[in-house]
């Protein structure tokens, strides 16, 4: 249903963690310290034990990487960092959803279905450590951010309608509404938040402000839904796949 996605190191992260261990249905009010002397982590209401994220996630990477090195040198012919040139977070995606993706993640159905998937900030989490303790031993190896610039400039630039569904702010959503103010603005847009719109924040940001910016047609169809994702988003998803 959609083109690109654009997207933060989070969902890299739990999408592969997730597909190989389970987090656990907590609660807001637990002990902090108690749960970091369980080795618990916490997000919100959902436990992580600690094997099911850094763990594993660095037992199933780090391989995956190392065939990722070696099959680039190859298929390029060239070696140091002229072999990692137009290399960005959609290829890297890609390659971990070919390698270590399963059926039941995002990133394998993005590399079955050649889907880009954007990390504008592919550092930011626990892949990113992952690339740089890769990057330890092996200087040349790095990430061409510009290269995932260039895929979604080209996405942007070629349609001929433009339309977002956005999820939360940050990074990810300036990423969307940014590049297609080259294009006079988003044609439509729907955008899910709980943050609140008078802190000032990306994430709080209603649709209309983007118009100030050149990020939405003045005249585009849009809707702030303020509310829970993970209520919202399968009850939009189901009318989306039923039509």
């Known amino acids: 249903m ?13 999408d592969i963690a997730r597909s190989y261990k389970d987090y656990y249905h907590g609660a807001f009010e637990l002990d902090d310290i108690e749960l ?49 040139i137009g290399f960005g977070s959609i290829h890297l995606v890609w390659e ?39 990057r330890q031993k092996h200087r040349d190896f790095h990430i061409d951010t510009l290269a995932d610039e260039q895929v979604m400039s080209d996405l942007t630039w070629d349609v001929e309608t433009s339309n977002a569904l956005m999820v939360g702010g940050g990074i990810s959503k300036h990423h969307v509404i940014w590049w297609n103010q080259y294009r006079g603005g988003l044609d439509a847009a729907v955008y899910v938040t709980t943050a609140p719109e008078h802190d000032g ?38 009318d989306i796949f039923n039509r």
Not at 206 to 214: D, K, M, N, P
Not at 215 to 236: H, I, Q
Request: a negative charge; charged letters at 20%.
């Open 201 to 238: 924040s990306l994430s709080g940001a209603r649709l209309r402000e983007a118009i100030s910016w050149g990020k939405m047609r003045p005249e585009a169809p849009n809707v702030c839904v303020e509310g829970d994702a993970s209520v919202l988003l399968p009850l939009l998803g189901s």
């Open 96 to 134: 971990l959803g070919k390698r270590i993706g399963k059926p039941d993640s995002l990133i394998y159905w993005a590399w079955k279905n050649q889907i880009p998937v954007c990390i504008p900030g592919i550092t930011d989490g626990s892949i990113g450590a992952q690339l740089f303790m890769f």
């Open 36 to 84: 970091g002397e369980h080795e618990l982590m916490r997000l919100g209401n959902v436990i992580v034990p600690n094997a099911s994220y850094g763990e594993i996630i660095e037992a199933v990477v780090m391989p995956a990487l190392e065939d990722i090195y070696n099959d680039r040198l190859k298929e390029t012919g060239k070696t140091g960092a002229d072999a990692w």
């Open 2 to 14: 959609f083109n690109v996605v654009s997207t933060n190191c989070g969902t890299l992260d739990h």
